[in-house]
């Protein structure tokens, strides 16, 4: 994580092989974290590496959404 005077930049990786898919809707997972994100004017987005596991980084600014 890394905080500055305009934004919170965090990030989350590992290195593990991908679970299988779930068979039925727990929540609102990596969607409802981006549209989170996009309500306080920032970002998140989520992918896998290159060679294997996965990340997630988003950068929120610190003032929150647009007044």
């Not at 809707?25 to 996009?38: D, Q, S, T, V, Y």
């Amino acid at each position: 994580m890394v905080v500055d005077e305009r934004a919170v930049r965090l990030w989350v990786a590992d290195d593990g092989e991908r679970p299988a898919p779930p068979t039925a809707a727990r929540g609102h997972g990596l969607i409802g974290m981006a549209e989170r994100a996009g309500l306080l004017g920032g970002t998140c987005e989520a992918g896998p590496n290159p060679d294997r596991g996965w990340t997630v980084a988003a950068v929120l600014p610190r003032t929150g959404g647009a007044a």
